[in-house]
């Protein structure tokens, strides 16, 4: 849910990164916060275990500018991947206005990818959202790796709505300011239409 | 969509900000935040120069909405206050209406139980506020500032 607040002439908006497991959510994050300007980005704040896996979410504050004397802020969240983290994943969805769908290309990583993408439907529809309707694109991460499925493959799968789809490398940014920008711009789009 | 579009207009905001400096003083804290359920900033006073209210404000909201986890688990509506004791400050965490957070930062110049007992009546100051504030975004006819926006305006946004 954005937050338009008058007063101080701002749009604020939710979007947020799912997928499976290590699929690369976190990385997308971290490119993005090293390679924007300082005045443009807040501090990332990372809540992960130890071993750096995510534990509750990642967050990154970005501004991307002014729209008609509105400065627009973006707060970019991460789920934690791990199955057994649902409860959290499901707190994360509160107020979203912009999903994107990371899946690890990587053929053993399907079925986990499949069942991100359920669970993310789920999750949605428990807040009274509806994947369908909502600003969203998918990016296929890891396309450097040499067992890497072909993206007909990945497509078939994991979008059968045919929404707006990247390939990914995250680690080296391919693609992810692509990924970025596109979400952005249907959230802006769906408020724009009084969303 | 899910949940109605949060909006602040000019007025709320002043009568926000007037809760919050006479909170800020009647309690003797460092700093008073208004943060949406989401984590967006809605009103700060005090001392806050130095502090991160961005990242201040997300991490409140992920806490509050683990802690609004827990609570609905052991079958209870909502843990209303939390309170965190450190050295040198302490963080005092309530939900104002089920839609925002009031929290207080303190220090050795104040006490829990003035926090305590000046925050009830700041929650039923915000309370009325938020109420008429909710009131008056579902029934304002103005058009939204976003019906002007043409997709050139949004396509500049993203020119490199």
Same mark, same amino acid.
């Given at each position: 849910?954005?937050?338009?607040?008058?007063?101080?002439?701002?749009?604020?908006?939710?979007?947020?990164?799912?997928?499976?497991?290590?699929?690369?959510?976190?990385?997308?994050?971290?490119?993005?916060?090293?390679?924007?300007?300082?005045?443009?980005?807040?501090?990332?704040?990372?809540?992960?275990?130890?071993?750096?896996?995510?534990?509750?979410?990642?967050?990154?504050?970005?501004?991307?500018?002014?729209?008609?004397?509105?400065?627009?802020?973006?707060?970019?969240?991460?789920? +934690? &991947?791990?199955?057994?983290?649902?409860?959290?994943?499901?707190?994360? !969805? #509160?107020? /979203?206005?912009?999903? %994107?769908?990371?899946?690890?290309?990587?053929?053993?990583?399907?079925?986990?990818?499949?069942?991100?993408?359920?669970?993310?439907?789920?999750?949605?529809?428990?807040?009274?959202?509806?994947?369908?309707?909502?600003?969203?694109?998918?990016?296929?991460?890891?396309?450097?790796?040499?067992?890497?499925?072909?993206?007909?493959?990945?497509?078939?799968?994991?979008?059968?709505?045919?929404?707006?789809?990247? +390939? &990914?490398?995250?680690?080296?940014?391919?693609?992810?300011?692509?990924? !970025? #920008?596109? /979400?952005?711009?249907? %959230?802006?789009?769906?408020?724009?239409?009084?969303? | 969509?899910?949940?109605?579009?949060?909006?602040?207009?000019?007025?709320?905001?002043?009568?926000?900000?007037?809760?919050?400096?006479?909170?800020?003083?009647?309690?003797?804290?460092?700093?008073?935040?208004?943060?949406?359920?989401?984590?967006?900033?809605?009103?700060?006073?005090?001392?806050?120069?130095?502090?991160?209210?961005?990242?201040?404000?997300?991490?409140?909201?992920?806490?509050?909405?683990?802690?609004?986890?827990?609570?609905?688990?052991?079958?209870?509506?909502?843990?209303?206050?939390?309170?965190?004791?450190?050295?040198?400050?302490?963080?005092?965490?309530?939900?104002?209406?089920?839609?925002?957070?009031?929290?207080?930062?303190?220090?050795?110049?104040?006490?829990?139980?003035?926090?305590?007992?000046?925050?009830?009546?700041?929650?039923?100051?915000?309370?009325?506020?938020?109420?008429?504030?909710?009131?008056?975004?579902?029934?304002?006819?103005?058009?939204?500032?976003?019906?002007?926006?043409?997709?050139?305006?949004?396509?500049?946004?993203?020119?490199?």
């Amino acid at each position: 849910m954005s937050f338009i607040n008058y007063s101080s002439r701002e749009i604020n908006c939710k979007i947020v990164y799912y997928g499976p497991g290590l699929c690369g959510k976190t990385t997308n994050l971290q490119y993005i916060y090293n390679k924007t300007n300082p005045e443009a980005k807040g501090k990332m704040i990372s809540l992960a275990t130890e071993t750096e896996r995510t534990l509750f979410f990642d967050f990154l504050p970005l501004s991307l500018g002014e729209i008609r004397g509105f400065k627009t802020r973006f707060h970019l969240y991460t789920v +934690p &991947g791990q199955v057994f983290y649902d409860a959290s994943r499901k707190l994360i !969805l #509160k107020g /979203v206005d912009g999903v %994107v769908f990371v899946a690890d290309s990587q053929m053993e990583r399907m079925e986990a990818n499949i069942e991100s993408l359920d669970n993310l439907r789920t999750n949605l529809q428990e807040q009274g959202y509806n994947l369908d309707k909502l600003p969203y694109v998918v990016q296929y991460n890891k396309r450097d790796l040499p067992n890497a499925a072909p993206i007909d493959e990945l497509r078939q799968l994991l979008n059968p709505t045919r929404v707006v789809e990247f +390939p &990914g490398v995250a680690s080296s940014g391919e693609g992810v300011f692509d990924t !970025l #920008k596109a /979400v952005a711009k249907l %959230v802006l789009t769906e408020l724009k239409r009084g969303g | 969509m899910a949940g109605p579009q949060m909006v602040m207009y000019d007025e709320e905001a002043r009568q926000i900000q007037v809760v919050c400096d006479r909170l800020g003083r009647d309690s003797n804290a460092r700093a008073v935040l208004v943060i949406d359920k989401n984590g967006q900033p809605i009103a700060q006073s005090g001392e806050t120069d130095h502090l991160d209210v961005t990242s201040l404000s997300s991490l409140t909201a992920g806490n509050v909405a683990a802690t609004g986890g827990i609570a609905k688990l052991l079958a209870e509506r909502e843990f209303a206050g939390q309170f965190h004791e450190g050295e040198k400050t302490n963080i005092h965490i309530s939900i104002v209406a089920q839609r925002v957070i009031l929290v207080v930062l303190f220090d050795e110049r104040s006490s829990l139980g003035l926090v305590r007992l000046r925050v009830r009546k700041a929650s039923d100051e915000l309370t009325r506020i938020l109420e008429s504030l909710i009131k008056k975004a579902a029934s304002a006819n103005a058009p939204s500032v976003f019906a002007e926006i043409t997709d050139d305006d949004i396509d500049n946004l993203f020119n490199d």
